[in-house]
């Protein structure tokens, strides 16, 4: 397998393994999962992210991530985790332009707030000498409904089976031929995957998912957590 041990010696660690935590944000019927699910051309999420173990006064992520014909923009501000919560609840307005479209954004969405806790051991790698190409594996990733903070606290369920990792490959050119050689030789298949979504289907929230807006305005999902938003600021 050349193109499989090219693989192992052209990639090195960026920052060695890591703990990814998020805290997805949706509306109680989980209209920003569903509208993902369906693919269409352009699609977001909301988000709160942390890395590595949680500390007192830790900051995070509020992050807008965007997906336009293939195309994924991030857009994200870090910041203490309860100046965060509160950019959202409106209890302090948007300073930054970053902020702003956050808050337009959280602003399309009656009843948004956090929904699932979702974190994942991480580990990525890109080529020697070509940053543009990155890989990430990501391994045991696991998730909890009943408190979606960013914390370590409380049990959590496994979404994928032991060890079965997921493999994202990421770069704005063409993929280099060694690469392209590795994933035919390991018979890879490229395919979409949501953490969130998986983790609504796991739950039972299937009848939320991959149907018809309809069903789940008839069975709406009711959640304790929910933040209520104010209007977009201009």
């Not at 993902?36 to 173990?53: I, M, Q, T, V």
């Not at 309860?82 to 948007?94: F, H, N, S």
Request: hydrophobic residues 40%; glycine residues 8%.
């Amino acid at each position: 397998m050349p193109g499989a041990f090219q693989l192992a010696k052209s990639l090195v660690g960026e920052h060695g393994p890591s703990v990814v935590r998020s805290v997805y944000l949706d509306t109680p019927t989980l209209q920003i999962a569903r509208t993902c699910e369906e693919h269409p051309s352009y699609r977001e999420k909301l988000r709160l992210r942390a890395y590595g173990e949680p500390h007192v006064g830790e900051l995070a992520f509020l992050e807008l991530k965007k997906k336009l014909n293939g195309v994924v923009y991030k857009r994200r501000v870090q910041m203490r985790l309860r100046d965060a919560l509160a950019l959202l609840r409106g209890e302090q307005p948007p300073i930054t332009q970053i902020e702003r479209d956050i808050v337009a954004a959280a602003g399309r969405y009656d009843g948004l707030g956090p929904m699932a806790y979702i974190a994942y051991d991480r580990e990525a790698l890109y080529e020697l000498g070509n940053r543009d190409l990155r890989m990430t594996y990501d391994r045991r990733v696991r998730a909890r409904w009943d408190a979606p903070a960013l914390d370590l606290t409380g049990g959590t369920e496994q979404l994928l089976e032991d060890g079965l990792p997921i493999l994202k490959i990421k770069s704005s050119r063409a993929l280099p031929a060694w690469l392209v050689d590795a994933i035919s030789e390991l018979g890879l298949v490229q395919r979409p995957w949501s953490k969130f979504g998986m983790a609504c289907r796991t739950h039972g929230y299937g009848a939320a998912i991959g149907t018809c807006h309809r069903t789940a305005r008839q069975r709406p999902v009711a959640h304790p957590y929910a933040l209520p938003l104010v209007p977009h600021y201009n």
